[in-house]
């Protein structure tokens, strides 16, 4: 849908949206009869929400939905695709790993022939040099790098300090409010106000 088009069929929506803020604002609740009129305001407010809603949905569900059809269609052979690179990476990463082993046992070799004097500095780094893993590789198709990064794994859970764990809400709100005592946890009731429309 054109802007200009979609601008113009929002126009009176827009408008209906500024006089109910405008009333929003300047209500003043002070009275239980006042709240009759708030309660007008609010079915007012909420008829304007359900007139926004469906004109954005007159738009975005087709398009949702022809974004859902794409997504699904792609789906198998974007997870094909996924696995082969892994199963490739995965085997590169097992190859350079076997590589560094070999090359640390070459280094302490060399390292250890130098403190007992048997070879000198210079022909041990020349050694040294020779040991070390390719890092890079180069095709017509592509290229390859292998890099050391800096992982973290949590080895014991218990000993992480509370100030880097985070509760799950969403857990811990369907457990509690099922009636099941949670220790630290309460459940409270609250005022909100539900708008209907009629």
Known sequence: ??????????APIKTQVSKAEVAATVLQIKTASDLTPATELLGEIKSVGKMITQKKESITKPLNEALRNARAFFVPIETQYLK????????????????LAKAQKKTEVIEKKV????????????????????????????????????????EDETKVPR??????????????????????????????VAGITK
């Open 163 to 192: 100030e880097f764990l985070v509760p799950d809400m969403g857990k811990i709100r369907k457990v509690a409010l099922a009636g099941i005592q949670i220790a630290g946890v309460k459940v409270v009731e609250k005022q909100v």
């Open 84 to 99: 082969a690179e892994k199963i490739v990476k995965e085997k590169m990463v097992e190859y350079q790993n076997a590589e």
């Open 1 to 10: 849908m054109e802007n200009a088009k979609l601008t113009k069929e929002l």
């Open 115 to 154: 403190e007992e004097g048997k070879m000198s500095f210079d022909k041990a780094a020349e050694k040294l040099e020779a040991v070390i893993p390719q890092k890079n590789v180069t095709t017509d198709a592509g290229a390859a790098q292998f890099r050391t990064i800096k992982d973290v794994v949590i």
